[in-house]
């Protein structure tokens, strides 16, 4: 499997982006799909998943803003980030897992301005 992301960019306090992740090859094996974030100087965290049968799970700094969703076919991945903070400034990545295999895209950098 192979992630693709895209989206990310500066944007002032307040305001709004959509990351995208697009996934290629066994997709049919993908069970759950997800992004992490990191900051720097800060470990990787995890910020939304989603499995195949809809469970969605987000980290406590980014419910209410932040909603993950996922085609059926669990071809693409999108982050939907709202009312973001000069704290949400981190490296992007999405994540899948299927079958003890797990998979990671490149990041994308979202910069939010104070």
């Known amino acids: 499997v192979q992630l693709q992301a895209s989206g990310g960019g500066l944007v002032q306090a307040g305001g709004s982006l959509r990351l995208s992740c697009t996934a290629s090859?066994?997709?049919?094996?993908?069970?759950?799909m997800g992004w992490h974030r990191q900051a720097p100087g800060k470990q990787r965290e995890l910020v939304a998943t989603?499995?195949?049968?809809?469970?969605?799970l987000y980290a406590d700094s980014v419910k209410g803003r932040f909603t993950i969703s996922i085609d059926n076919f669990m071809h693409r991945l999108y982050l939907q980030m709202d009312s973001l903070k000069p704290e949400d400034t981190a490296v992007y990545y999405c994540?899948?897992?299927?079958?003890?295999?797990?998979?990671w895209g490149q990041g994308t950098l979202v910069t939010v301005s104070s």
């Open positions: 994540n899948a897992n299927g079958r003890a295999r797990e998979y």
């Open positions: 090859g066994n997709i049919f094996s993908i069970a759950v």
């Open positions: 989603r499995t195949k049968g809809g469970a969605t």
